[in-house]
């Protein structure tokens, strides 16, 4: 099958498929591992030059997972108020994290003799959270996962037969895979070299559902992007992954980090800003090496998901792309006839909010359920008597919703439909 035969064979099923992630915007990213002992980020074994024997011993004595963890990270996935969650079943350092019979080094044979990515599927489906499996193509461990199978073709023949290997033990081993998430590519450089279109259909055959990401060098069913969420990707679907410190997903373990990690108003607002664009977001949490969460990103999960519930009429379900815009203390998206406006620095009792062509017919503030008492003149929307503080006692992170009713909301001016209070 070529490329274009392909993509149409995706595309046929792709609105089914990806139906339920449109409306989940929001899920949890798991970086675990054993890099996750020493606590300066998952590339630590190629940084440091890490020989495997020491990297094995580091598993067999610090890597210490223990039976129910999997669990606890999926129920903070669900009180955080996230849909789905993706786990690292093998990062660039090649270590897996499943009952692999294709590669030795794993969290069976070693450090806590457990399949973990077992118990993660198990609590997600437990917990009705969706099931996502991160797997990277760059693999520091495989002798011929390095520059030798740029070249030599008997070692990518090696190479590329393990990865299909450890795809369709992953895939026929552990039940219906909502996302596969794959990671890298490197170091052959692009989806021919890789073969991905034939072993993502080898994927697509045991998993008729899946989504995939495009990160086998191939236009998949999303798009993924890092930190840079302000418009995401210009078309399609896509997800932008944040972390909690800004320097690795496998997290930092230093106290000089702690000042500059996201606070819980600093989540939603990129889940927000994610939204104008039509995006998701997958954040991240970093277990450390006993398995447990560390007690501030729990804790900030848990207030993030408290707002979560209280304005879950705004975030859930597809919104539009463009047309909405963000001045810096607001962000808005636009679902159907409905615009919801975030706010997240509140500035009293009177608000105009410009760019509008038409009235929204009615708009009421999400937070504490009251209708708002506003005015539409001159193409300027007013909101009066508003609250002194902020109704959203949680985060100061207040929501309106304003309903144009049959008609569609018309901008006249992009980006528009801000907030702007006016002793800000
Ligand atoms: C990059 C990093 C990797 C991380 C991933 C998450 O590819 O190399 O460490 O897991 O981003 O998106």
Redesign the pocket.
Known sequence: MNLEQYQKFTAETRERRIAWWRDARFGM?I?YGIYSCYGR???IRMREGISREEYLNTANTQFNYKSGNAEEWVNLAKKAGMRYAIL?TV??DGFALWDSKTNKYNSVNYGPHIDIVREFVDACRKHGIRVGL?F?L?NWDHEDGGIACIEDMAARERYLTFVDNCMRELMTEYGKIDILWY??PSPLRNAEEWRSIERNLMIRSLQPDILIND?SLVEEDFR?C?DNLVFGPLVGDWEA?LRFSHT???GVDHPATLPFKDNAHDIVKSMTVCQYGGGNLVY?IAPNADGSIDPYEKETLETVGKWMARHAEAVYGPTKRGGCGANGISTSAQRGNKVYLYNWIWGGTFARINGYKNAPKSVRCLTNGENVDFRYENGVLYFNNLPEKSPDDILNFAVFEMDFGDEEPIYNLVPANMIQFMNI
Do not use: L, P
Request: with cysteine; aromatic share 20%; charged share 20%.
């Open positions: 990213f970086h980020g998952e590339w690292t990062h660039h991160y990277s760059v990671d890298g990160r993924n890092e992954c690795a997903f496998g991240n």
